[in-house]
């Protein structure tokens, strides 16, 4: 019995230093962006752990003013140090569901710049914009059309209502209402095309195949990183945008 119980803590003892070692390896060869304890990284490909890392900094739908302040500013630390020019946005609340929290604005930096500028938005939102905008939009560009992206046009972040717009009081709040969603209509490139969701989406646009190849890879990227990204797939509602946003929950396509 003694002997049973030595050689029940020896294999314990054994699997322990196993696991050690894995782990060390794990954490010395393993890409950063696939482990959820090494720091987040703007700059690094989209991994495992990336989407994870951002959810850190997500806000309950309501927030107590200490963990808005500490948790937004952590973020902004974080753009910041990614070379991405973030300023403090002013908090609204527009009664009911209408709350923004932990707002921020991107003002330049190693960043395409949004076309209008100065949408607010929750600050991690921001921080999924730049790393889609490094990982999957400029290397889509280069790769499909040949050019850099100059801008990214969009439809806004913020707007007091239910999804789609309904007026149905058992609908949920949409991702807008908390100004955690961005509706991205087009891009400009730096050769001067551009390429509209509305008009380049089925491949019969004036960009034709390489537009719409060049969207669904945009797409298919955001995937890996909003929780929904939405398109005109989806229904009509999206004809003309791609929807991206931060919800707890998601779908994409």
């Known amino acids: 019995m003694k002997r049973d119980v030595a050689d029940f803590w020896n294999l314990l003892w054994e699997l322990a230093l196993l696991g050690c070692a894995g782990f060390a390896l794990l954490n010395v060869f393993a890409p950063a962006q696939d482990l959820p304890w090494k720091p987040l990284d703007l700059s690094r490909p989209i991994g495992a752990a990336t989407a994870s890392k951002v959810s850190a900094f997500d806000l309950p739908r309501v927030a107590q003013t200490e963990e808005v302040e500490r948790s937004t500013a952590a973020c902004m630390t974080l753009l910041r140090e990614a070379g991405v020019r973030v300023e403090r ?9 209408c709350i923004v929290q932990g707002a921020v604005r ?21 921080v999924r914009y730049v790393i889609w905008d490094r990982q999957v939009l400029r290397p889509a560009a280069r790769e499909v059309m040949g050019s850099e992206p100059a801008r990214v046009e969009n439809f806004g972040t913020y707007s007091c209502r239910r999804i789609y717009g309904s007026s ?21 490139l730096e050769d001067g ?30 995937c890996r990183l909003f929780s929904n990204a939405l398109d005109p797939d989806y229904n009509a509602a999206h004809a003309d945008h791609l929807h991206l946003d931060g919800a707890p929950r998601g779908l994409c396509g």
């Not at 991107?106 to 921001?126: N, W």
């Not at 709040?173 to 955690?180: D, G, I, L, T, W």
């Not at 008009?199 to 719409?212: F, H, K, L, T």
């Open 89 to 97: 946005a002013a908090d609204r609340n527009d009664g009911g569901f």
């Open 106 to 126: 991107i003002t330049g930096g190693d960043v395409t710049p949004l076309s209008p500028g100065g949408v607010v938005m929750q600050c991690p939102l921001a």
């Open 168 to 188: 149905d009081a058992n609908e949920r709040p949409s991702e807008h209402a908390r100004a955690n969603a961005l509706d991205v209509s087009g891009f400009r």
């Open 193 to 222: 095309r551009s390429v509209s969701v509305l008009n380049d989406w089925s491949g019969s646009g004036p960009r034709g195949e390489e537009g719409s190849r060049f969207l669904r890879t945009v797409r298919d990227g955001a």
